[in-house]
């Protein structure tokens, strides 16, 4: 009787520990190719903000993947003057309000961003003048196969 108990015990907490790791998970990958600060504003990073309260009020744990091409490249380049966007006002005044916004999906929201080695190569764009917490060692098909792959829902943007 007294192993019956101990099994008891066991399995109870065993099945409590289980539940206790299977938070329910939504997944997406963006597919960024806008060169429009204002669209990246509001369909980055507003819905990023947005979906990650929607589903948290649920319970819902909200993860987000950024895949960085096409236009996009220029708004995650630290230092301008040291790249092909090089005396871009418009470019620069809008960097300065999209830099805190992706430095903040980065920290905060935990969203990453993996920008398209071929792209960078294409348009001479060094690893090193990316913001640190761009990824940049696949190219943007690989990112999205292997994202979708892992359960992520895709929104091109």
Known sequence: MKN???LFISLFLFSNFTLAETT?????VFDLTS?????IESRIVGNIKYLTKHYNKQGIEFKAVVVIS???????????D????KGDAKLAKAQKVL??????LADKYNV???MCGGGMRARDIKAESLYEYVHTDKMKYIYLIN?????YAYLAI
Request: glycine share 8%; aromatic share 22%.
């Open 112 to 114: 990453r961003f993996d």
């Open 82 to 85: 040291n790249s092909p966007f």
């Open 147 to 151: 994202w979708q792959n892992l359960g």
């Open 4 to 6: 019956f108990k101990w």
């Open 24 to 28: 329910e998970v939504r997944k997406v």
């Open 35 to 39: 060169g429009d600060s204002e669209r």
């Open 99 to 104: 830099a805190p916004l992706f430095q903040e």
């Open 70 to 80: 096409g236009d996009s490249y220029k708004y995650f380049i630290k230092d301008l």
